[in-house]
């Protein structure tokens, strides 16, 4: 089995919040600002070799699919929940 390599996070984020407490309309509330900083290796919970790329699932919930040139694949590194897909067809 291969081991893991770092270069494949390269490019990669890991999304998550900060707390910031905050007074609005006279009462104390707190806010969830995100926040973005590069993934670590710390970060990832689990990883699969495919051959020619790697599937990293990180524990802010991407699943993020990199070839094992360290790049990431644009169409696999969707966002968890979006169910968004590009393109579509022009009916006339």
Same mark, same amino acid.
């Not at 910031?20 to 707190?30: A, L």
């Not at 969830?32 to 699969?48: F, G, H, Q, S």
């Not at 524990?59 to 393109?87: L, N």
């Given at each position: 089995?291969?081991?893991? &390599?770092?270069? #494949?996070?390269?490019?990669?984020?890991?999304?998550?919040?900060?707390?910031?407490?905050?007074?609005?309309?006279?009462?104390?509330?707190?806010?969830?600002?995100?926040?973005?900083?590069?993934?670590?290796?710390? @970060?990832?919970?689990? #990883?699969? &070799?495919?051959? &020619?790329?790697?599937?990293?699932?990180?524990?802010?919930?991407?699943?993020? +699919?990199?070839?094992?040139?360290? +790049?990431?694949?644009?169409?696999? @590194?969707?966002?968890? *929940?979006?169910?968004?897909?590009? *393109?579509?067809? @022009?009916?006339?």
């Amino acid at each position: 089995m291969a081991r893991f &390599d770092q270069k #494949w996070l390269e490019g990669l984020t890991y999304l998550s919040s900060e707390k910031k407490k905050t007074v609005k309309d006279g009462r104390p509330v707190t806010q969830n600002i995100p926040t973005e900083r590069p993934l670590a290796e710390a @970060d990832v919970l689990d #990883w699969k &070799d495919l051959g &020619d790329s790697v599937v990293i699932v990180a524990g802010d919930g991407q699943k993020h +699919k990199v070839s094992k040139g360290g +790049k990431a694949d644009a169409a696999a @590194d969707e966002k968890k *929940g979006t169910g968004k897909k590009e *393109g579509g067809s @022009d009916a006339s």
